[in-house]
Nanobody, 121 residues
């Protein structure tokens, strides 16, 4: 069993900053890509940023220049720091990771339960 657990959400004022964390636990051989998605009420779940095992990153346009994704491979943890937060950043933020449970397993995607981020104007 593999689990992803997010933390760090909450209520933030516009212009403020936050840091989200997500740690994978359980039967893990290796973790490939780790990503952050978000889903606002009534909208689809969208990619925010992703980071590969080698540390290369991609950011979606709405957060470019305001977000930094990082990972600690020794801790199976991915982070998302965002600054200059806007009310439109309000959403449930989900962690996603492509994980090999064993050396001979298929690479499978896992999701966290989500953490609410609310940005007040």
């Amino acid at each position: 069993q593999v689990q992803l657990e997010e933390s760090g959400g909450g209520l933030v004022q516009a212009g403020g900053s936050l840091r989200l964390s997500c740690t994978a636990s359980g039967r893990i051989y290796s973790i490939n890509r780790m990503s952050w998605y978000r889903q606002a009420p009534g909208k689809q779940r969208d990619l925010v940023a992703r980071i590969n095992h080698d540390g290369s990153t991609d950011y979606e346009d709405p957060v470019k220049g305001r977000a930094t994704i990082a990972r600690d491979n020794a801790k199976n943890t991915v982070y998302l720091e965002m600054n200059s937060l806007k009310p439109e950043d309000t959403a449930v933020y989900y962690c996603n990771a492509d994980i090999l449970a064993t050396k001979f397993s298929r690479l499978l995607p896992y999701w966290g339960q989500g953490t609410q981020v609310t940005v007040s104007s």
